[in-house]
């Protein structure tokens, strides 16, 4: 064996080890991805989405842990997957959610509080097959809103009753155009109006009914006091001529 080849034999194991460094670099290879803000009113739910990659391989029994510090980067942890810790200012108000399989999960709070506006660091730790443990955390974190409620609630009241009152919409294509009615909408606009019309038509039945009605019972009433006068008329006459004296006019014949 030459000294050339005995010189390749004792470098080769130096050269997989680079080349294995060089598929997972420590310093890149890895991180934590979540939005950098978000924005909710006080007494609601907020979720906190996040994902993570690395490169190295992980350990039969990754021992995968997930943990959440608030406030800067080394700030107080106030949850851990695997310590089944939650911190006394969220008991009972937070939840994580693992997707299996995508590297992927979501941190929820609920029942929000003024005091939860603050910035919140996701953190996540494995076991890998060669490398040990590997722990890496976000850096900027997500910057958490809390809005008040009375506003959000005032301002979701005005979007309905613009949207209600504005019956233009905006198409795929930038385009203003009338917003069709749904059939539904149509066959309960066509009863309204029907229904309308109908009660219309029949308070005009009923006013010319009653109308109509009104001159019967008052011509009728006419007619009766007119017979009423002439009867009265002919009694008064009838009882003038019995009251009128017999004896003068016998007293004026001569003889």
């Known amino acids: 064996m030459g000294p050339s080849l005995l010189l390749s034999l004792l470098l080769l194991p130096a050269s997989l080890q680079a080349g294995s460094s060089k598929e997972c670099n420590p310093n890149t290879d890895f991180g934590i991805n979540q939005p950098a803000s978000l924005s909710a009113p006080e007494g609601d739910s907020t979720c906190i989405s996040f994902s993570y990659f690395y490169c190295w391989e992980l350990a039969k029994d990754p021992r995968l842990s997930i943990a959440v510090r608030r406030t800067d980067f080394h700030g107080e942890v106030i949850y851990n997957s695997t310590q089944h810790f939650v911190h006394k200012d969220f008991k009972n108000r937070i939840s994580l959610d693992l997707r299996e399989g995508q590297n992927s999960g979501t941190l929820c709070i609920r029942n929000l509080r003024k005091e939860d506006e603050n910035r919140y660091f996701c953190r996540v730790q494995v076991e890998t097959l060669r490398d040990g443990k590997q722990v890496w955390q976000s850096i900027p974190g997500t910057k958490l809103t809390i809005t008040d409620a009375a506003q959000a609630t005032a301002k979701g009241t005005t979007t309905a009753a613009t949207i209600t009152a ?40 009923f006013l010319r009914w009653k109308r109509s009605k009104g001159l019967q019972t008052k011509t009728r009433t006419v007619a009766r006091e007119s017979v009423q006068n002439t009867e009265e008329k002919y009694e008064n006459i009838g009882i003038t001529d019995d009251l009128t004296p017999q004896g003068p006019r016998a007293s004026l014949c001569p003889g």
Do not use: C, H, K
Not at 174 to 197: E, H, T, Y
């Open 166 to 205: 504005d019956l233009n919409v905006v198409e795929n294509n930038g385009s203003s155009a009338s917003s069709p009615l749904s059939v539904g909408a149509a066959v309960g606009v066509a009863l309204a109006g029907v229904v309308l019309i109908i009660a219309v038509l029949g308070l005009i039945v």
